[in-house]
């Protein structure tokens, strides 16, 4: 089995918005699903939750967005895992049409018990057997752990967005792309860009299903816009975007 792992796909109709470009969730669940099917390869993705208890979760990504894709092009996923000590996972990704590059990414990924919904270790075997690829590529974003975000003001004007049925998974909370899907909603909204080129956020803590909205709050800092996804009982998610 390889270190690295190639994802195939095109952009469907379905995917796309009103510009004829690729929705930002849609782009996230490209890079979501490469590392799921990765991951079952060795097994510790999604394949067994049910019996094994325990999944990953996505803590902190960082992604850099040099064009959108357009509808019916083929594209093509490049992942890797730089590594996995203790109950962290760390993943690369890289996003192609061809031979150009659309986006590049560092993505960090927490091994939880889903029964207590507590980090605990990746088991030593499944560590071990985890193979460290990229063949010596640099890291996107190599200070990804140590980022840290301070949220926009709790004063700050507030978007919310419905939470639907389908944006909630099999680890039984609000899947991480659907963060995207209520970041760009609410960007759209607030009469910003829908197609940002460089988000970074941090996961603070899961939107359960029973949520009805997700609260979006942005505040301009010097060419980035500082964002927070929350619910009434606090901040979910915060980061920037540019």
Not at 7 to 16: D, I, L, N
Not at 37 to 55: C, F, I, K, M
Not at 104 to 113: E, K, N, T
Not at 126 to 154: C, D, N, S, V, Y
Request: with cysteine.
């Amino acid at each position: 089995m390889s270190k690295e792992y190639l994802f195939e796909t095109t952009v469907r109709f379905a995917e796309v918005d009103r510009d004829q470009l690729m929705v930002l969730p849609a782009l996230l669940q490209l890079l979501q699903e490469a590392a799921i099917r990765h991951a079952d390869l060795y097994g510790v993705g999604a394949q067994g939750l049910a019996e094994r208890g325990t999944s990953w979760v996505l803590n902190r990504l960082a992604v850099q967005i040099d064009r959108f894709p357009r509808r019916d092009e083929a594209l093509r996923v490049e992942t890797w895992s730089t590594g996995v000590r203790g109950f962290r996972g760390y993943r690369e990704f890289r996003l192609f049409a061809g031979e150009e590059l659309l986006l590049a990414g560092s993505s960090l990924w927490l091994w939880i018990d889903l029964r207590t919904r507590m980090l605990t270790r990746v088991p030593a075997e499944l560590e071990a057997r985890f193979p460290i690829g990229g063949a010596g590529q640099p890291p996107h974003k190599p200070e990804l752990e140590r980022l840290r975000f301070t949220p926009p003001a709790a004063t700050a004007p507030v978007t919310p967005v419905s939470v639907r049925f389908s944006d909630c998974d099999a680890n039984d909370h609000v899947n991480n792309t659907a963060f995207f899907d209520f970041l760009q909603t609410a960007l759209v909204r607030e009469g910003r860009p829908a197609h940002p080129r460089k988000i970074e956020l941090q996961f603070l803590r899961e939107i359960p299903p029973s949520a009805e909205a997700a609260l979006v709050r942005f505040e301009d800092r010097g060419g980035e816009l500082a964002f927070a996804i929350a619910t009434a009982e606090g901040d979910c998610a915060v980061g920037v975007v540019a």
